[in-house]
């Protein structure tokens, strides 16, 4: 599986136009390949369902945050650690071999990306967006 990249530029102003359309769907359709693939036992929904439900968590605490106050900024230092953790959680997961490697290299390559609130917003409307397409393509269970 390639990277998912969120900016189109290295500037980092300007988001890939097909983000949220044909990469999520790519992105969909190669998890359920992986589900198949392992016997329908990775990547099932409700498991990616957790690490979701997660991003969007740390992306709500974040949308609160006033950055232009010391306190703000503090408390976004202090969440970051947490959004680096999906990578831990996702390597323990694989190891009980609840998701596959691409849904751990996803991750991990997305949770690299984030070194600002904006990177968290566009992980997690990216994440939105993937878990449409996984619904339609993916297992139903």
């Known amino acids: 599986m390639e ?8 500037s980092k102003t ?13 992105m969909a359709k190669e998890m359920k390949a992986d589900h198949d693939a392992s016997r329908r036992k990775a990547n099932r ?7 979701y439900d997660e991003v969007v968590r740390l ?5 609160r945050l006033d950055l232009e106050s010391e306190a ?8 970051l650690p947490l959004v680096h953790m999906l990578t831990a959680k996702a ?36 994440f939105e967006a993937f878990m449409g397409f996984y619904r339609l393509h993916g297992p139903s269970n």
């Open 3 to 10: 990277p998912i990249v969120f900016w189109k530029d290295e």
């Open 14 to 26: 300007a988001i890939d136009p097909t983000l949220y359309s044909a990469k999520a769907e790519a």
């Open 45 to 51: 929904r409700t498991q990616i369902r957790k690490f």
């Open 59 to 63: 992306e709500s605490e974040t949308r």
């Open 72 to 79: 703000g900024r503090a408390r976004w230092d202090d969440l």
């Open 91 to 126: 390597a323990y997961a694989k190891g009980r071999e609840l998701v596959s490697d691409g849904f751990m290299n996803f991750i991990k390559s997305a949770v690299e990306q984030i070194e600002k609130p904006k990177d968290l917003r566009i992980f997690a409307n990216f």
